[in-house]
């Protein structure tokens, strides 16, 4: 496909951890299938930051692409319970660096406080989040600052059964499985010795006494005791089976290949390194790994000493174990690598034509979003509104009352005759959010879910306007809801000038850039003071269609003003036609 990929990790890719070599398969597979992968990691290696240093800045000055593996920065400690922030100047390189031209930004755990999580956040890319571990999943604490960092990625992925389902339930959303990407040591096993392989846990004595216990009733046979993570302690071996007991370190994929070759079996730790058992398997060496031997750590002397007898079986449980890790190979990783992006790039909308259809029709302000009486929380007279909107210089308006339609019918009817153009709309609350029709021709009922009220639009031959879409001091769509529906919606509401929070038209604005959607502004205005203060400038129109048009090359004018002032307006207002209702 020809795709620039970029990949993100929060570990320092000067040391071995199990995420880096997922990345590092993933990367190499994608690359023989021609793509051009970019790997953004902190670093501890003086070479790897000197030369990601130059990196950036011919990027910054010359705007040459980064490639390889770009060190933005050292390496600090991550965990679930870190409180270090991602130091600045790794977060102003890390910027930097998303200014690329990447079709995918890829990161990998991103729930943690790391480069994972801030290139989600602020990638102008399409965006796939990858989660490894069920105890990295902390991050973001806030629900709040979870659903916006949903809302910034595209496709949700996980590593494994047990990572999926504690992902789900923690960042709800639709996810593909993704194998781990391991493929046999080079060589492949060889003929088997009498040497087993038992990977050491210091928190797993158990298993560890009752294997070496079974080491003496077995004479002719070896026991390596594999320490797969760094600073694991080194276990204690007993004085009778010291000379068939030997310990060693394997915490990259090559030196676990070493150790591996010619083993006759492997006892993985019970939570131990899944890439170790995986790479076991598909090189033809079997498990033991008897189900209750956490409980019952006898099981596991016993399945050592059926081996040592039958090699029927060890050959059965070698022949269960490739056809297990067949799914879990580093081309079938990339064949999900291939599907989840080309299902990510069909969200991105193809660029209007550059050609202006409507280029001799006049330019016209147009304020997309407003209210009148007919609302439950607005006074203001339809009459009024035209008046007022013709007075502030306005070429069109879109009357959205709250689900119900007679302001904009009567509003219609008024205009006629005059040089203001009325868009008929209605705001419509449904299940999942609210939603703007325009141009439509009868009211729309609330309470239906969201595709249900997107459909109902459709039928009318009207247009989709998703109104504050980040506002979430109104009733908004998750990202769940917003990313399914996404294909569905013609104008994406960039400025509303009503919001307390200006972070909300920004974030919307971002979104809105990436995925190439029509823009649209309104003040969604309760009194009159209010109106005109979000518009667009655009090219005046006649159907829906032209609409759509003259949307695609139109302005967005912001004309703000104080929202305090505004809402005291809205105030009064109401409590006027509480006190007239009371006479």
Same mark, same amino acid.
């Given at each position: 496909?020809?795709?620039?990929?970029?990949?993100?990790?929060?570990?320092?890719?000067?040391?071995?951890?199990?995420?880096?070599?997922?990345?590092?398969?993933?990367?190499?597979?994608?690359?023989?299938?021609?793509?051009?992968?970019?790997?953004?990691?902190?670093?501890?290696?003086?070479?790897?930051?000197?030369?990601?240093?130059?990196? !950036?800045?011919?990027?910054?000055?010359?705007?040459?692409?980064?490639?390889?593996?770009?060190?933005?920065?050292?390496?600090?400690?991550?965990?679930?319970?870190?409180?270090?922030?991602?130091?600045?100047?790794?977060?102003?390189?890390?910027?930097?660096?998303?200014?690329?031209?990447?079709?995918?930004?890829?990161?990998?755990?991103?729930?943690?406080?790391?480069?994972?999580?801030?290139?989600?956040?602020?990638?102008?890319?399409?965006?796939?989040?990858?989660?490894?571990?069920?105890?990295?999943?902390?991050? %973001?604490?806030?629900?709040?600052?979870?659903?916006?960092?949903?809302?910034?990625?595209?496709?949700?992925?996980?590593?494994?059964?047990?990572?999926?389902? #504690?992902?789900?339930?923690?960042?709800?959303?639709?996810?593909?499985?993704?194998?781990?990407?391991?493929?046999?040591?080079?060589?492949?096993?060889?003929?088997?010795?009498?040497?087993?392989?038992?990977?050491?846990?210091?928190?797993?004595?158990?298993?560890?006494?009752?294997?070496?216990?079974?080491?003496?009733?077995?004479?002719?046979?070896?026991?390596?005791?594999? &320490?797969?993570?760094?600073?694991?302690?080194?276990?204690?071996?007993?004085?009778?089976?010291?000379?068939?007991?030997?310990?060693?370190?394997?915490?990259? %994929?090559?030196?676990?290949?070493?150790?591996?070759?010619?083993?006759?079996? !492997?006892?993985?730790?019970?939570?131990?390194?899944? &890439?170790?058992?995986?790479?076991?398997?598909?090189?033809?060496?079997?498990? !033991?790994?008897?189900?209750?031997?956490?409980?019952?750590?006898?099981?596991?002397? #016993?399945?050592?000493?059926?081996?040592?007898?039958?090699?029927?079986?060890?050959?059965?449980?070698?022949?269960?174990?490739?056809?297990?890790?067949?799914?879990?190979?580093?081309?079938?990783?990339?064949?999900?690598?291939?599907?989840?992006?080309?299902?990510?790039?069909? &969200?991105?909308?193809?660029?209007?034509?550059?050609?202006?259809?409507?280029?001799?029709?006049?330019?016209?302000?147009?304020?997309?979003?407003?209210?009148?009486?007919?609302?439950?929380?607005?006074?203001?007279?339809?009459?009024?509104?035209?008046?007022?909107?013709?007075?502030?210089?306005?070429?069109?308006?879109?009357?959205?009352?709250?689900?119900?339609?007679?302001?904009?019918?009567?509003?219609?009817?008024?205009?006629?005759? &005059?040089?203001?153009?009325?868009?008929?709309?209605?705001?419509?609350?449904?299940?999942?959010?609210?939603?703007?029709?325009?141009?439509?021709?009868?009211?729309?009922?609330?309470?239906?879910?969201?595709?249900?009220?997107?459909?109902?639009?459709?039928?009318?031959?009207?247009?989709?306007?998703?109104?504050?879409?980040?506002?979430?001091?109104?009733?908004?769509?998750?990202?769940?809801?917003?990313?399914?529906?996404?294909?569905?919606?013609?104008?994406?509401?960039?400025?509303?000038?009503?919001?307390?929070?200006?972070?909300?038209?920004?974030?919307?604005?971002?979104?809105?850039?990436?995925?190439?959607?029509?823009?649209?502004?309104?003040?969604?205005?309760?009194?009159?003071?209010?109106?005109?203060?979000?518009?667009?400038?655009?090219?005046?129109?006649?159907?829906?269609?032209?609409?759509?048009?003259?949307?695609?090359?139109?302005?967005?004018?912001?004309?703000?003003?104080?929202?305090?002032?505004?809402?005291?307006?809205?105030?009064?207002?109401?409590?006027?036609?509480?006190?007239?209702?009371?006479?």
């Amino acid at each position: 496909m020809g795709l620039r990929i970029c990949m993100v990790t929060p570990f320092a890719w000067s040391q071995p951890h199990p995420v880096n070599e997922h990345l590092a398969a993933a990367r190499d597979e994608l690359r023989t299938r021609g793509y051009d992968v970019v790997v953004l990691a902190p670093s501890n290696r003086a070479l790897e930051l000197a030369a990601g240093r130059r990196a !950036l800045r011919k990027l910054g000055r010359e705007g040459t692409s980064l490639d390889g593996i770009v060190a933005l920065g050292p390496a600090i400690p991550v965990s679930r319970r870190s409180r270090m922030g991602v130091p600045l100047g790794v977060r102003a390189n890390l910027e930097l660096a998303l200014t690329d031209s990447f079709d995918v930004v890829h990161a990998h755990e991103p729930g943690l406080p790391s480069l994972s999580y801030l290139a989600l956040r602020h990638a102008r890319a399409l965006t796939v989040a990858t989660f490894h571990s069920t105890e990295r999943l902390a991050y %973001p604490p806030g629900r709040q600052q979870r659903e916006r960092l949903l809302a910034r990625i595209d496709a949700l992925t996980a590593v494994g059964e047990d990572t999926l389902a #504690a992902a789900r339930r923690r960042f709800p959303g639709s996810y593909r499985l993704f194998p781990h990407g391991v493929d046999p040591a080079p060589g492949g096993n060889g003929a088997p010795t009498k040497r087993l392989i038992f990977e050491w846990r210091a928190d797993e004595l158990a298993r560890a006494r009752v294997a070496l216990r079974a080491l003496r009733d077995l004479p002719e046979w070896e026991l390596v005791l594999l &320490r797969t993570k760094p600073l694991a302690g080194r276990p204690y071996v007993p004085l009778a089976v010291r000379g068939r007991v030997h310990v060693r370190t394997a915490v990259d %994929p090559d030196s676990r290949a070493e150790a591996l070759a010619g083993a006759a079996a !492997l006892v993985p730790a019970q939570r131990g390194l899944k &890439r170790l058992a995986l790479q076991a398997q598909a090189s033809g060496v079997p498990l !033991l790994d008897p189900p209750g031997s956490d409980v019952q750590p006898e099981l596991v002397a #016993a399945a050592m000493a059926r081996l040592a007898e039958s090699d029927e079986w060890r050959e059965e449980l070698a022949a269960r174990g490739r056809k297990a890790v067949e799914r879990e190979t580093v081309s079938a990783l990339g064949d999900a690598l291939e599907e989840t992006y080309r299902s990510v790039l069909r &969200r991105r909308r193809r660029p209007a034509a550059p050609s202006d259809p409507l280029a001799d029709r006049p330019l016209v302000l147009c304020d997309l979003h407003m209210h009148t009486e007919h609302s439950h929380d607005c006074a203001v007279p339809v009459a009024a509104l035209l008046d007022y909107a013709e007075a502030q210089g306005l070429g069109a308006i879109a009357v959205t009352d709250h689900n119900v339609f007679g302001g904009a019918r009567e509003a219609v009817e008024l205009a006629k005759g &005059r040089p203001l153009t009325v868009i008929p709309g209605e705001e419509v609350k449904t299940e999942a959010g609210e939603v703007i029709g325009l141009f439509l021709d009868e009211e729309i009922p609330r309470g239906m879910s969201m595709g249900d009220t997107i459909a109902a639009i459709r039928e009318q031959n009207g247009v989709v306007y998703l109104p504050h879409p980040f506002d979430r001091l109104h009733t908004i769509p998750d990202a769940e809801s917003l990313h399914r529906h996404l294909a569905q919606i013609d104008v994406f509401e960039v400025y509303n000038a009503r919001l307390l929070f200006e972070g909300f038209n920004d974030e919307a604005l971002r979104f809105a850039r990436k995925y190439n959607l029509t823009m649209g502004a309104g003040s969604d205005a309760h009194v009159l003071q209010g109106v005109g203060t979000g518009l667009v400038r655009m090219r005046a129109f006649e159907t829906p269609e032209e609409f759509l048009i003259s949307l695609r090359s139109a302005e967005i004018l912001r004309r703000p003003k104080s929202l305090v002032y505004l809402q005291g307006l809205k105030w009064v207002a109401q409590a006027r036609e509480r006190r007239k209702a009371a006479v």
